[in-house]
């Protein structure tokens, strides 16, 4: 029914098309309005409530079609990327270190780590 054929476009053709001249015409912060207001009336008419109730469906679909090993494993690489996110954040911390203090010149050549 969605894909029947009008001259000679299906509706599903005409949406797109309508919808790659919108984002051409009024850019990304149209999207991220229109998103922000549709969630804002979402939670106003159907609560709290409403959101937990779809994440859990969604979780309980994903867990159906992956597997509890897949949330194992998103776990483990969320922990990584931590850690490396906070390693990279010490060596930068490190770096403005010596910075300010190669300005100040209390840091001698050989002193580095």
Not at 42 to 59: L, M, S
């Amino acid at each position: 029914m969605a894909e029947e054929k009008k001259g000679g476009m299906t509706v599903a053709e005409a949406g797109r098309k309508g919808g790659v001249k919108v984002a051409q015409e009024r850019g990304r912060a149209f999207y991220e309005q229109i998103g922000r207001k549709g969630g804002e009336t979402v939670k106003a008419e159907r609560g709290h409530e409403f959101y937990e109730q779809i994440g859990k469906k969604g979780g309980e679909s994903v867990r159906a079609s992956r597997g509890p090993e897949f949330y194992s494993m998103i776990g483990h690489k969320g922990g990584q990327k931590v850690r490396e996110l906070i390693e990279q954040g010490k060596r930068m911390a490190r770096e403005q270190s010596r910075e300010r203090l190669d300005e100040m010149g209390n840091l001698k050549k050989g002193d580095e780590e």
